[in-house]
């Protein structure tokens, strides 16, 4: 098993491994509800086939062709439309665009990747808008916040989980998930689990994995001393008494 960190305390071994099988984190109850155009990956919830189409839907536009009329141009499916729809979408939601980008591996956020750390070359030709995240009251009262209209601290908090979900999602795609295996003294493994999103989260780990390796020696102590008392209420001689292992 690959390790991305390993760490020995107090003769246990801790290792921070990635995890193979993450749970997809849109598998949870999330506030967000990601609409997205993809051919290779499931990225969302819904799947849509024409960002314009589905963001004059989402407006209650039935049309296209009229409302591109409406505002001076020939084709519905141009820019300067989608430029108008979204502004109308991101106005009435709380909502953002997502982006994606593709060289070696994906990764996801809001907005582009134009101002990444990326070439231009990169994040022109290998990145680009998929889809859009976004909620409504209805969504936020389904998860229990007994929200009737929107404020503007509302949204400010609503637009925070949703880039929250969004960095998660960016850590499932790019496979920045990991578990974590505690061996003693005898290589033996004593405990794991898997599912931490975020090497950013590392050293968190690493010092909980610290208190389950403290639990783990004053479990053996206890042990040792329940044994060495049951040793001596039944008068065991010494060269017969078998205690547990103390690091």
């Given at each position: 098993m690959e390790t991305v960190k390993s760490e020995e305390y107090r003769g246990y071994t801790i290792n921070i491994c990635p995890d193979e099988y993450p749970q997809d984190p849109r598998d949870w109850?999330?506030?967000?509800?990601?609409?997205?155009?993809h051919s290779n990956y499931k990225l969302g919830e819904e799947e849509i086939s024409d960002p314009v189409d589905w963001l004059a839907g989402m407006l209650g536009f039935e049309d296209t062709y009229y409302f591109a009329e409406k505002h001076g141009q020939e084709q519905p499916y141009c820019d300067d439309i989608k430029s108008i729809l979204e502004e109308m979408f991101l106005t009435k939601y709380v909502a953002a665009p997502l982006y994606i980008y593709e060289h070696g591996g994906i990764r996801i956020k809001i907005g582009d990747f134009h101002n990444c750390g990326l070439s231009q070359g990169h994040a022109r030709f290998d990145s680009g808008q998929f889809g859009y995240i976004y909620t409504t009251l209805e969504q936020l009262n389904k998860l229990g916040h007994d929200w009737k209209r929107w404020s503007a601290k509302r949204r400010k908090q609503a637009m925070e989980w949703l880039s929250n979900?969004?960095?998660?999602?960016?850590?499932?795609v790019s496979g920045d998930v990991y578990g974590f295996e505690i061996l003693n003294p005898e290589g033996e493994s004593v405990d794991s689990c898997w599912g931490y999103f975020?090497?950013?989260?590392?050293d968190e780990l690493i010092d909980e994995c610290k208190s389950t390796v403290d639990y783990e020696i004053k479990d053996v102590m206890k042990k040792r001393f329940?044994?060495?008392?049951?040793?001596i209420n039944n008068k065991v001689p010494?060269?017969?008494?078998?205690?547990?292992e103390l690091v």
């Open positions: 109850d999330n506030l967000g509800i990601i609409a997205y155009k979900e969004v960095e998660t999602l960016d850590q499932y975020g090497y950013e989260n590392i329940t044994k060495i008392k049951e040793y010494f060269i017969y008494r078998e205690l547990p």
